[in-house]
């Protein structure tokens, strides 16, 4: 069975950078990509980015000059960096295993428990 | 387009069925997928592809597409569907994004 846990500070000040682990047990990071997606309170999901087991990443436009995602040497483990965070960047963050079947079928089959984190000073 | 809309809130009558919809230009190429969310925890997938349940999805879940829509559908909704749904796909304009409609909050009454 896999598992994704995430992990980091819960409080990061404004204009510091957030980073965020995810540790994946149970399954093999080849052959998938290893997303990052946020829920700020009350809201809706949203795609931050992801890393192939190839190592390529794609990150959604409008954070791409502030994320990078990359894998742990180890290959059980990705991280998500977010620069110069606002107040706007509180959100749960989750990591996300991403699929793809067909060329047509695109879909998050296992997720983290979620981490909360909170930009204040 | 990286655009997917759904309907903020949907209500249904337990044992009733209730359809779920997601619009986007972007399922004219690609299938949606979905996610239930109940409160406090992380989304779970309840259906990918043309018709797809992951296992341990009870079969009242179903899927369909027609044009720019995806539908979910749940046939005899239980008081435990009550949830949000969040429709997903890649985006249509080459560059592999991912993108989520704005969730659906299903209430069974």
């Known amino acids: 069975q896999v598992q994704l846990q995430e992990s980091g500070p819960g409080l990061v000040k404004p204009s510091e950078t957030l980073s965020l682990t995810c540790s994946v047990s149970g399954g093999s990071i080849n052959s998938y990509s290893w997303n990052w997606i946020r829920q700020p309170p009350g809201k809706g999901l949203e795609w931050i980015g992801y890393i192939s087991f190839t190592g390529s990443t794609n990150y959604n436009p409008s954070l791409k000059s502030r994320v990078t995602i990359s894998i742990g040497t180890s290959k059980k483990q990705f991280s998500l960096h977010l620069t110069s965070v606002t107040a706007a960047d509180t959100a749960v963050y989750y990591c996300?295993?991403?699929?793809?079947?067909?060329?047509?079928?695109?879909?998050?089959?296992?997720w983290g428990q979620g981490t909360l984190v909170t930009v204040s000073s | 387009s990286s655009e997917l809309t759904q309907d903020p809130a949907v209500s249904v009558a337990l044992g009733q069925t209730v359809r779920i919809t997601c619009q986007g230009d972007?399922?004219?190429?690609?299938?949606a997928s979905w996610y239930q969310q109940k409160p406090g925890q992380a989304p779970a997938l309840v259906m990918y592809?043309?018709?797809n349940r992951p296992s341990g999805i009870p079969d009242r879940f179903s899927g369909s597409t027609s044009g720019n829509t995806a539908s979910l559908t749940i046939t005899g909704a239980q008081t435990e569907d009550e949830a949000d749904y969040y429709c997903?796909?890649?985006?249509?304009?080459?560059?592999?994004?991912?993108?989520f409609g704005g969730g659906t909050k299903l209430t069974v009454l």
């Open positions: 592809g043309k018709d």
């Open positions: 997903h796909s890649r985006d249509s304009s080459g560059n592999h994004l991912e993108v």
């Open positions: 996300a295993r991403g699929r793809v079947s067909d060329f047509t079928k695109y879909y998050f089959d296992y």
């Open positions: 972007s399922l004219r190429s690609y299938y």
